[in-house]
């Protein structure tokens, strides 16, 4: 069913990630345990919870209300499922097979494909001045493979993903082992996540394309009649903003980030670039900061008068480690980023003793 509806909001369901202290980690570990025990068996949460007791919401006719999403109120579940087990070095088989349970489910039940024919390419002119200057597009005619995440309400299967929920490439990569991160990655698992994660990237990337160069907060994908698609296995699809405000948000930047780093696909870095350059002339204010907009049609006519300490802590950084040294934060073997984009040491540790404090 292809439907688009409103969010239904819910409670912001954030795990927190393992303490380095050993004395410290079976409270946050606890958290995962809630979760699992009310899940069902295809590992995807209902994501509207009673805070006093952890049960399900239920409506006005007793019926339990079912919602999942991997963006607002969803999203930092999933991450930290992912990447406590990359925390303790990889190295812990209950915790390997929750990362690649929670993957494969996201993967099967909650991710679509289609091919999007794309019509515009982004020219961005920043050195020029007066009104020539700026993000312009030029015409062409090209399909692309691309890959979204629906929002499960209910029976209801709303095409309607947000900004939020385009983190999910990265933990695609992120599922990879890092000996596999490559161009020609060996295992048929590898190429297939790593093929996934691209057409996500692809998909959010196109989420600035038809916001002006700046992405709004949600798009609506529809289906569309084929087009001369060289896939026809795939369904053709449009996207087409819903919420067009731009909040500085990192996620794509932080996706492109992981694929660079996993690939070396000089295409992620001209997207970031792309996206960077257009932050740049509409958004940046003469002080120095950084603006939202309520509409980047206008081109940022209707500024939101603010910069998000999420902007400089997580949206620059991963613009400036995506076309950093990879020895900049090493995450094949050093570093894990939080949902924040903190960096904590991985662990050169197992964590084994860890799995009996889920169910205790």
Known sequence: MWHAAARVSGTRCRQPMIPCSRG????????????????????????????????????????????????????SYYEYIVKSYIQLGRSDPFWRHESERVIDALERIVFRRGVLLDTT?????????????????????????????????????????????????SLFVLEVPPSEWSASPTSARARHLLRLADEHARFCYEMYLVNAGLSGESVVVQKMTPNDSPYPDRPQVSIQ????????????????????????????????????????????????????????????????DKMESFFLAETLKYAYLLFSDDSILDIKADWVLNTEAHPLRISKNSGQDLTSAVHS
């Open 24 to 75: 410290l980690r079976s409270e946050p570990i606890r958290c995962f345990g809630i979760f699992w025990t009310r899940a069902p068996a295809n590992a995807l949460p209902n994501i509207l919870l009673q805070s006093s007791n952890g049960r399900s919401l239920v409506d006005n006719s007793s019926d339990f209300i079912r919602h999942v999403n991997l963006g607002a109120a969803g999203d």
């Open 121 to 169: 390419e982004p020219l961005v002119d920043a050195e020029s001045e007066g009104s020539s200057a700026g993000v312009h597009f030029q015409s062409l005619k090209r399909f692309v493979n691309v890959s979204w995440p629906v929002i499960l309400s209910n029976t209801d299967v709303l095409h309607q993903p947000d900004h939020l929920s385009c983190f999910a490439a």
């Open 241 to 304: 903003s819903y919420i067009t405000r731009y909040h500085q948000r990192p996620e794509t930047l932080e996706a492109l980030f992981y694929l660079w780093r996993a690939t070396h696909n000089p295409k992620y870095r001209e997207w970031g670039w792309t996206i960077f350059q257009a932050m740049e002339w509409y958004t940046r204010v003469p002080s120095g900061g950084y603006i939202g907009c309520n509409d980047p049609h206008l081109g940022c006519k209707d500024p939101i």
